[in-house]
């Protein structure tokens, strides 16, 4: 999995389009979202964290709470995000890995938004610009390595 994880003043976004054939179901409520004073975690799931999916998600939140409290964030962006790697996860996999880290990080105490997966989204975003503002994280289930 690949990470990038941006502080932000807020981050909102609006779907625009289907990305996928089959997309997430959303609400009419989902379809725009917007928190402020939030880590935005973007995230690709791989193909490699299919070996494993529960230890990845594991592992995403002991980075993601390390992070928030090393910038003091209590609220989590989780955003859908193909574009940091090349060896995507199935779309099935990623979802459930997302939806699975939305919920542990709600139990952990964060409020937790998560964007849609399978859209197309225009998104706006305030990076606040301190030196941890903008961190990046790669997680690899045990016996994998880093390609
Ligand atoms: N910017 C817009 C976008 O990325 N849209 C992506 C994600 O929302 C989601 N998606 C599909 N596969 C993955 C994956 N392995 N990891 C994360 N998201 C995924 O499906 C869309 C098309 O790839």
């Known amino acids: ?3 990038l994880l941006i502080h932000s003043d807020y981050l909102e976004y609006e779907v625009k389009d289907k ?3 089959n997309p997430e179901p959303i609400s009419e409520e989902q379809k725009k979202g917007r928190l402020d004073e939030v880590l935005a975690v973007f995230m690709s799931v791989e193909k ?3 070996t494993n999916p529960d230890e990845i998600v594991e592992k995403a939140v002991v980075e993601i709470k390390d992070v928030a409290s090393q910038v003091k964030a209590d609220r989590i962006f989780v955003y859908p995000f193909a574009h940091l790697s090349s060896e995507l996860a199935k779309p099935d996999v990623a979802l459930k890995v997302l939806q699975k880290i939305e919920e542990r990080l709600r139990e952990e105490g964060f409020e937790v938004k998560r964007a849609p997966f399978g859209y197309y989204k225009a998104f706006r975003l305030s990076c ?3 030196p941890l503002a903008e961190l990046s994280r790669t997680i690899v289930p045990s ?4 390609s």
Do not use: N, Q, Y
């Open 1 to 3: 999995m690949r990470m």
């Open 19 to 21: 990305a996928l054939k």
């Open 48 to 50: 490699a964290d299919e």
């Open 128 to 130: 606040k610009g301190h």
């Open 143 to 146: 016996g994998e390595t880093v």
